[in-house]
């Protein structure tokens, strides 16, 4: 089992940033792809982007290509998104996601761990 707990989310004005924060317990956290989801309301939830084990391979949805950053640190089983140049179309739920595939996928019924999911609202 692994046990994901996101952090970081809040209220920010539209240009501002966040950063969010994941922190895993469990099984050998390098081992797992991790990814980013975000889910607004009324909407089916969206691939943000991903992280491979070794952290050298990323991945970006074309709506926050150059605005969002992730990265991780396996040492402190920690995965992050830096969210730059927020816009009130990111305001979402953010959930961080585990897969124990090689690759980064965007489906996320890939992904088998959750995490509870934290609130980003950007103001206009």
């Known amino acids: 089992q692994v046990q994901l707990v996101e952090s970081g989310g809040g209220l920010v004005q539209a240009g501002g940033s966040l950063r969010l924060s994941c922190v895993a317990s469990?099984?050998?956290?390098?081992?797992?792809?991790m990814g980013w989801f975000r889910q607004a309301p009324g909407k089916g939830r969206e691939f943000v982007g991903g992280?491979?084990?070794?952290?050298?391979?990323?991945h970006y949805a074309d709506s926050v290509k150059g605005r969002f950053t992730i990265s991780r640190d396996n040492a402190k089983n920690t995965v992050y998104l830096q969210m730059n140049s927020l816009k009130p179309a990111d305001t979402a739920v953010y959930y961080c996601?585990?897969?124990?595939?090689?690759?980064?996928?965007?489906?996320?019924?890939?992904?088998?761990?959750w995490g509870q999911g934290t609130q980003v609202t950007v103001s206009s």
């Open positions: 992280i491979t084990g070794s952290g050298g391979s990323t």
């Open positions: 469990g099984r050998t956290f390098s081992s797992f792809v």
């Open positions: 996601a585990a897969s124990s595939r090689v690759a980064v996928y965007r489906i996320p019924s890939v992904y088998a761990y």
